[in-house]
């Protein structure tokens, strides 16, 4: 077997293995299907090109939560920035930035 082969396969069990728990992470960190569906593409992309690395100094379990996890965390970070440009440009940003008193204060200067 060549080592490419010997990679796939070696790939494919460790997706095999970990396939229910990498559901569960992706839509623990997701809140709409198409994004957690995203997130996986993502970090399978990141195992596939990680695989060759793998030492063994940890249990594949664990190596492989971590690089979920931190991938996890890039594309949670990547997509609440993109949210807040794209509520930006649409002004919604504005009423959030707005340094004036909140509803509260205001309700309490109409009553007085």
Known sequence: MDASANHRDRYLALLEEHAPALRRLCHAYCE????AD??????CLALWSALSR????????TWFYRIAHNVAL???GRRRRQL?????DD???DAVLDDGPGAEASLAQEQH
Request: proline share 3%; hydrophobic share 30%; with cysteine.
């Open 32 to 35: 709409r299907p198409s994004d």
């Open 38 to 43: 995203d997130l996986a593409q993502e970090i």
């Open 54 to 61: 793998f030492r063994g100094d940890c249990s594949t379990r």
């Open 74 to 76: 890039t594309f949670v």
């Open 84 to 88: 807040l440009r794209e509520r930006s």
């Open 91 to 93: 002004g919604e940003m």
